[in-house]
């Protein structure tokens, strides 16, 4: 249970309602905007039923409250830390391109590319909205929490190699 009060799994909670806003916008058929809030609510639902033995315990608020060394408040964020959001987009910048090398980053950015047509606009939406969460977010970015983000970049830069491969030898698939 310890792993809900990281800020981390925040952000990918965060980023179900975003997806879902935009899926809600996205898509004009009530029948599926109906069903996806419903699975929404029925998620959040269902982890705070999970969370309830955590959040009832009086030492959680105590440690609740030291994540703001490490995480901005709302309202620190109502009132725009532009200097400290510049910092962070350099920071998470060198740490996507460092760790994961210049190679597979620019491969992942062509693999988003070649997938922005198909269906597959969820799954670009599930790497970069918690990436911008994380950039507003954090006081201090480190590659302990781009880690929860790597095993998206694997799949863009499968894509690519598949187009890649596509393009340079046809006769093989």
């Known amino acids: 249970m310890g792993l ?27 029948l599926f905007r109906r069903r996806y809030v419903v699975g929404v609510v029925g998620s ?6 999970i969370l309830y033995p955590l959040l009832s315990q009086p030492d959680f608020m105590k440690i609740i409250t030291m994540n703001s060394r490490y995480s901005f408040s709302l309202n620190e964020i109502l009132q725009f830390p532009w200097i400290e959001w510049a910092g962070n987009v350099q920071a998470t910048g060198e ?7 210049p190679f597979l980053f620019v491969l992942c950015i ?3 590319y ?9 799954l ?4 970069i909205l918690p990436i911008l969460l994380f950039i507003l977010f954090t006081k201090d970015p480190s590659q302990r929490y781009i ?8 799949i863009f830069c499968a894509q690519a190699f598949l187009f890649l491969n596509k393009q340079t030898l046809p006769w093989v698939f």
């Open 114 to 122: 070649r997938m922005r047509e198909s269906s597959s606009l969820y």
């Open 4 to 30: 809900f009060i990281k800020s981390s799994v925040s952000i990918f909670l965060a980023n179900i309602v975003l997806i879902g806003m935009v899926v809600a916008y996205i898509n004009k058929n009530s």
């Open 95 to 101: 740490l996507l391109w460092w760790y994961v090398t």
């Open 124 to 127: 670009i939406l599930w790497f």
């Open 147 to 154: 880690v929860a983000f790597l095993p998206l970049v694997t």
């Open 44 to 49: 959040f639902g269902l982890a705070l039923i």
């Open 110 to 112: 062509y693999g988003m």
